[in-house]
């Protein structure tokens, strides 16, 4: 075990940990206890915030034992602690306070398992698609509670449904990726979004008719206002001290780089550089909902830790801001509030898109994220709702077009020059 793999384990352990203490003392341990068991029997497609369904406590143990089951898959395969999986814990700690459960992760996972199996392919080749697989968990708790089935029968099918997607997943997400080639770094949201479709499709030919959900917290609770900052002051401070002084040079380094998959920042320039790019994200996302004024809560909070998560792979201060404004002038071109719950989400997640500002410029990133703002109003439909990485679907096709379009216009330009001799 490498000096790299060590330090960033002791500091995912920390967070959990941090985690686990603050739903204990928010809520006291039987509440917060509770409420996490009574979150694995509740539906969780989009938005079910658990803060707003269960509490603070109870959302917070969901969130950490989510990872906790992601970071022990991911010593057990012994794939060390980098870029890619640093980002998928983060994410599914994140995720964990709005839609993942333990119960509807799980059958996903063994899923993506058995396709390795079949291919014969170890795990470890396809934990990244397991772990940021588990999108669909709402799929597994439709099935398991939205039905009306009997318990025994509705649970089977869970299983069976969360097994089946997830034995998809990996030849799903090649493809996914081909289509927008790397420049939209939830590519894992394309690919559930995309067997959302086939999936929802199929419920509703069953006779099961989707209901609207939205469940957001918007108290003014202090903590979960605290929990973004004071989690980034520490990364900043964890970068500082395994990178020293040459940590703010390589952070410094990243906002040259793209971002486009796979840009593993540890690995380009340095684990220091990377979590403090992680850090100074998470800070400046939190002043931006602090500013406007919108809610620190479950959806938000897990934006932010998916955010701060891919800082170390593929988003940065340079690609992101052009993303965000797109997304500012669309929400106030068609008269939303910046403040609404659709418009916040993709504010945060929009920097899926961060490589096409980092490839093609800040214009191309403004249009991407003006657009993006357009299609996550009503992609989450379309999969009923069961596709947590509703904007990494979004971006996905938001990418694919933009990328299709310059393309295009690259190689007409070439054939061009070529007959008129320019």
């Known amino acids: 075990m490498d000096t790299q793999h060590r ?10 940990s941090l985690l686990i203490i603050t739903g204990l003392a928010t809520d006291g341990p039987r509440t917060a206890a509770a409420g996490f068991l009574e979150l694995q029997l509740h539906p969780a497609r989009l938005i079910n915030d658990f803060i707003e369904i269960r509490g603070l406590g109870a959302a917070l143990l969901n969130g950490a034992a989510v990872g906790i089951i992601g970071l022990v898959l991911v010593l057990a395969t012994g794939v060390s602690l ?37 291919a014969g392919k170890t795990f470890s080749q396809y934990i990244i698609i397991a772990l940021f697989g588990t999108a669909l968990g709402p799929l597994v708790s439709t099935l398991a509670f939205e039905l009306g089935l009997p318990y ?22 090649v493809a996914m990726l081909h289509l927008h080639q790397g420049y939209n770094l939830y590519n894992m949201g394309l ?15 069953g006779g099961h008719t989707y209901s609207a959900a939205l469940a957001w917290y918007s108290g003014g609770s202090l903590v ?14 964890a970068g500082l001290i395994i990178g020293k002084k040459k940590a703010l040079g390589d ?12 840009s593993d920042f540890m ?72 403040t609404a719950p659709g418009p916040v989400l993709a504010a945060i997640f929009s920097t899926t898109l ?19 703002l357009i299609m996550v109003s009503f992609t989450g439909s379309w999969h009923g709702a069961m596709n947590l990485y509703n904007n990494g679907f979004a971006g996905g096709l938001t990418a694919a077009l933009i990328v299709a379009v310059i393309q295009w216009y690259e190689t007409t330009k070439t054939d061009v020059q070529k007959f008129t001799g320019d």
């Open 191 to 205: 690919t559930c979004g995309f067997l959302g479709l086939f999936a929802a499709s199929a419920i509703k030919a």
């Open 354 to 372: 961060g490589p096409l500002a980092g490839q093609f410029g800040p214009i191309v990133g403004f249009i991407a994220g003006f657009i993006h």
């Open 267 to 338: 690995e380009m320039e340095s684990v220091g550089g990377a979590l403090i790019n992680s850090g100074v994200i998470g800070i400046l996302g939190t002043a931006y909902v602090y500013t406007i004024g919108a809610d620190f809560n479950g959806p938000v909070i897990g934006g932010f830790f998916t955010v701060m998560g891919f800082a170390a792979f593929g988003t940065h201060l340079r690609n992101s801001w052009p993303i965000l404004a797109g997304v500012v002038a669309s929400t106030l071109l068609f008269g939303m509030p910046l």
């Open 224 to 237: 979960p206002v605290l929990i973004t900052p004071v989690l980034s002051l520490i990364l900043i401070i």
């Open 82 to 118: 980098s870029g890619p999986t640093y980002a998928a814990v983060f994410t599914l700690i994140g995720f964990g306070l709005f839609g993942k459960t333990p119960f509807n992760i799980l059958p996903i996972l063994f899923g993506v398992f058995l396709a390795g199996r079949y």
């Open 152 to 173: 025994a029968a509705s649970v089977v099918l869970a299983v069976a449904g969360g097994t089946f997607v997830g034995f998809l997943l990996p030849a799903a997400a």
């Open 251 to 262: 952070f410094i380094a990243i906002q040259k780089h793209s971002g486009r998959l796979p």
């Open 7 to 16: 330090f960033l384990l002791g500091l995912l352990l920390l967070t959990i």
